[in-house]
């Protein structure tokens, strides 16, 4: 059974930074993807970023793009999400998710495994 666990999130100032990190354990992952989702007070959940385990190509949402990289130690089967240069409206539980396919994806119910989350609060 796949298990997803979370780590890194904290409180932080606007324009600071913060690394998750996204473990995976219960078998060999190759031809799969892993992506971070979030969701916040009150809101839908939103795509954040994903990446390919084997290739490592990404997809990043607009929001995010230029300030947020995901990245992957497969060795480790760590997924991490580097966030730098935070703001206020990122401020959100974040999840992790892995998809059993190595064909990326942003739509949440594409991905058949989830972490418990990890908040994240972003102060002005």
């Known amino acids: 059974q796949v298990q997803l666990v979370e780590s890194g999130g904290g409180l932080v100032q606007a324009g600071g930074s913060l690394r998750l990190s996204c473990a995976a354990s219960g078998r060999t992952f190759s031809s799969d993807s892993m992506g971070w989702f979030r969701q916040a007070a009150g809101k839908e959940s939103e795509f954040v970023a994903v990446?390919?385990?084997?290739?490592?190509?990404?997809l990043y949402s607009d929001s995010v793009k230029g300030r947020f990289t995901i990245s992957r130690d497969n060795a480790k089967n760590t997924v991490y999400l580097q966030m730098n240069n935070l703001k206020p409206e990122d401020t959100a539980v974040y999840y992790c998710a892995l998809r059993s396919r190595a064909s990326l994806s942003i739509h949440a119910p594409d991905f058949g495994s989830w972490g418990q989350g990890t908040q994240v609060t972003v102060s002005s």
């Open positions: 990446i390919s385990w084997t290739f490592g190509s990404t």
